[in-house]
């Protein structure tokens, strides 16, 4: 670990807007994240299809008209920048040439498009973390790590401008107790065991990142507050475990920072906002434009602090207007030139507002991702020495901010979810002070889910 | 009877000590394990399962809920193996070829056992092959596959070639879950049903065996 976050990058949290970071990141083809404007960022994936040898010309194809119909929307469009994602599907990561192979064809359409019509843009690449082919998971060794090293390595080498990753590390933990609704294994995942394989991935993939002079981006944490947002979208959790899950999954994703990410954050990382508040650095934000990968409760709040606004994922399909991702670039094209016009007017306060207000009275989900209670969540985190501390920190912040919200009446929160809330309230005040404490119960617990190993237990 | 009426509401509530408490007290007054089994912990869990589909239970109350059935069974299994009760059906699962995703077939395993199934779980990222001996080795009512990625899914029509060719797929029903899945799709590839959520699937599981309740 180099870096320790002990203050706010952004401490006024009025200063949290769309389109500034005060830690620009420069990357790829000219493009400046957080200087002013907010990009699209567009995702794809392949439609139903088999992914292997025998089919791979038909895959190549796919990736070929994807970056022709990136080239021509951004040039119809005339496109003030972009940042293309390509996340790799678990295949592509566990042959990492396969993964470099579409790399280098992305690359070649970017590098086409800058010198042909002078288009910023970038690309991101989002090797799989293939790491949980087993149970427990091994983490620290084993064919897949080395594969995923080399994925990323490769990808860097074949033109990846940002290297990220969704890691899951503790999930084998956090899922279980997620499920249970047992607050002290989901702090014990994300605030224990996830930071400490946080750090172990993170430095290395640092180190390929300067060894190709290639963005370190950032993590997500997808494998866990998305599965909170998911099983709470379907009933099956309460929103505001939901809610308080994202708050408390932040510090895994900072430990990225630490170790020397420099954004901009992932798309499906729905903590962006608290990120930024405390690094400054620009992030990638998804919602309402993203509804063709998944649905959720911050379409609009979302987008509110936002450096690059990205669509998630959408299968190469064809639609009635053309190929499906360009469609979405078209969409989040019209959604970013809103950001950039209300910025260039000055009205980005009113229009950050709209943004925010539409949608934080109707979900506690979307009331923990406003700047200020971003910022609350943030200044709690920063106060506090060690992951574990830090994680409790955001828990507690975000089920006072919750609280309140219903008192003041500014979130309607029916009775099973006050009750939630309470009882959240109750456990996260039972988790000892000592981290130590909390590993030998846990271990008792969950000690057949995981490897101490992976862990450096 | 008022004592399985109690169990029942026990096991709705999640009270892991009362409904083991309640179904040794059962045991001993002389009610058949067959009757402890069907009139009170299934009962209690069929309410359970109606709540989660009306929203009026979320997850972590459910899982108590299996929770406080399973401390029973424990102690109900050896009466219903002495007794020669029948299992109401053994049902495998597992996540397909590729595919690291089991949030879902977890779950559906948890409302299966709870609706008084047994279980084998073959985990994540399971082979054709590994499939076909599975079937050969535990000869399930039924199958149970997940997927939940667009380029796994047609790993679920791969497994199921590979249970047709090894002359097993008489022998067993197949169906399917997850996000990128369809009853069309499950039409396409020959499966035998399509569960959209895990309340759905233990809907889908009964009726394929003729269970009633």
């Known amino acids: 670990m180099s870096v320790s976050f002990r203050a706010l990058s952004v401490p006024d949290p009025s200063a949290l807007m769309f389109g500034r970071a005060s830690k620009p990141v420069s990357c790829g083809f000219g493009l400046e994240l957080g200087n002013g404007q907010v990009y699209p960022e567009l995702n794809f994936t392949l439609p139903t299809m088999v992914l292997d040898e025998s089919n791979w010309t038909a895959v190549v194809a796919h990736y070929e008209e994807i970056g022709t119909s990136i080239q021509r929307a951004a040039k119809r469009l005339k496109l003030p920048g972009l940042m293309v994602e390509f996340e790799l599907l678990p295949p592509m990561t566990e042959h990492p040439s396969w993964g470099a192979e579409i790399t280098?064809?992305?690359?070649?359409?970017?590098?086409?498009?800058?010198?042909?019509?002078?288009?910023?843009?970038?690309?991101?690449?989002?090797?799989t973390d293939i790491r949980d082919v087993t149970r427990p998971p091994e983490l620290r060794s084993g064919k897949p790590l080395e594969a995923l090293l080399r994925s990323f390595d490769e990808c860097a080498a074949a033109g990846a401008d940002v290297l990220s990753i969704e890691s899951v590390g503790a999930k084998e933990v956090h899922d279980e107790a997620l499920l249970y609704g047992d607050l002290e294994g989901v702090i014990f995942a994300l605030g224990v065991l996830a930071p400490r394989d946080m750090d172990f991935l993170w430095n290395k993939i640092v180190a390929v990142c300067s060894a190709h002079t290639v963005v370190p981006g950032a993590d997500s944490a997808c494998g866990f507050a998305n599965t909170a947002m998911q099983l709470s979208s379907q009933g099956m959790l309460p929103e505001v475990l939901a809610a308080v899950v994202r708050a408390a999954s932040a510090v895994r994703s900072l430990v990225a920072y630490e170790c020397g990410a420099r954004g901009p954050s992932k798309d499906c990382a729905y903590e962006g906002p608290i990120l930024k508040a405390i690094t400054g650095t620009p992030i990638a934000m998804e919602g309402k434009s993203a509804s063709c990968a998944h649905f959720s409760p911050v379409g609009n709040v979302a987008a509110a602090m936002c450096d690059l606004w990205s669509n998630e994922s959408v299968q190469n399909v064809r639609l009635l207007s053309g190929p499906a991702p360009e469609a979405y670039l078209e969409l989040l094209?019209?959604?970013?030139?809103?950001?950039?016009?209300?910025?260039?007017?000055?009205?980005?306060?009113?229009?950050?507002?709209?943004?925010?207000?539409?949608?934080?009275?109707?979900?506690?989900?979307?009331?923990?991702?406003?700047?200020l209670s971003t910022g609350r969540i943030a200044s709690a985190i920063v106060k506090e020495s060690n992951h574990y501390a830090m994680t409790l920190a955001a828990a507690r912040e975000s089920v006072l901010i919750l609280r309140e919200a219903g008192q003041k009446k500014e979130l309607d929160l029916n009775s099973r979810e006050v009750e939630w809330l309470e009882r959240i309230s109750r456990d996260l005040d039972a988790l000892p002070v000592d981290e130590q404490q909390l590993l030998v119960s846990m271990q008792e617990r969950y000690g057949h889910l995981f490897s101490a190993a992976s862990y450096g237990l | 009877m008022k004592e399985l009426q109690d169990l029942a509401q026990s096991v709705e509530q999640g009270q892991v000590q009362k409904v083991s408490g309640l179904t040794q007290q059962l045991l001993d007054s002389g009610v058949s394990p067959q009757t402890i089994l069907?009139?009170?912990?299934?009962?209690?869990?069929?309410?359970?399962?109606?709540?989660?589909?009306?929203?009026?239970?979320?997850?972590?109350?459910?899982?108590?809920?299996?929770?406080?059935?399973?401390?029973?069974?424990?102690?109900?299994?050896?009466?219903?193996?002495?007794?020669?009760?029948?299992?109401?059906?053994?049902?495998?699962?597992?996540?397909?070829?590729?595919?690291?995703?089991?949030?879902?077939?977890?779950l559906v395993s948890i409302m299966l056992q709870g609706a008084g199934f047994d279980i084998v779980?073959?985990?994540?990222?399971?082979?054709?092959?590994?499939?076909?001996?599975?079937?050969?080795?535990?000869?399930?009512?039924?199958?149970?596959?997940?997927?939940?990625?667009?380029?796994?899914?047609?790993?679920?029509?791969?497994?199921?070639?590979?249970?047709?060719?090894?002359?097993?797929?008489?022998?067993?029903?197949?169906?399917?879950?997850?996000?990128?899945?369809?009853?069309?799709?499950?039409?396409?590839?020959?499966?035998?049903?399509?569960?959209?959520?895990?309340?759905?699937?233990?809907?889908?599981?009964?009726?394929?065996?003729?269970?009633?309740?």
Do not use: W
């Open chain 1, 104 to 127: 280098a064809i992305l690359h070649r359409h970017l590098k086409q498009a800058h010198e042909n019509f002078g288009l910023p843009c970038a690309l991101r690449v989002t090797p």
């Open chain 1, 333 to 371: 094209a019209y959604d970013c030139r809103l950001f950039n016009q209300a910025l260039k007017s000055g009205t980005e306060r009113a229009y950050q507002d709209l943004l925010v207000e539409s949608d934080v009275h109707l979900s506690p989900q979307a009331y923990i991702l406003s700047p």
């Open chain 2, 38 to 106: 069907n009139d009170g912990l299934i009962a209690g869990m069929t309410v359970v399962g109606q709540k989660m589909r009306s929203g009026e239970m979320y997850l972590p109350e459910v899982l108590q809920s299996a929770s406080a059935m399973h401390g029973s069974l424990k102690i109900l299994k050896p009466h219903l193996v002495r007794e020669g009760a029948q299992s109401r059906g053994k049902i495998m699962v597992g996540t397909v070829k590729g595919d690291m995703h089991d949030i879902g077939k977890n």
């Open chain 2, 121 to 213: 779980d073959l985990g994540l990222n399971v082979s054709p092959q590994k499939f076909v001996e599975a079937i050969s080795a535990h000869q399930p009512a039924i199958l149970g596959l997940s997927a939940m990625l667009t380029t796994t899914m047609l790993n679920m029509k791969t497994t199921i070639e590979a249970i047709n060719a090894a002359g097993l797929r008489s022998s067993v029903k197949v169906i399917i879950g997850g996000a990128p899945v369809s009853q069309k799709f499950a039409d396409e590839i020959g499966a035998d049903g399509y569960a959209r959520d895990a309340v759905l699937a233990v809907d889908k599981v009964k009726q394929l065996l003729g269970v009633s309740a």
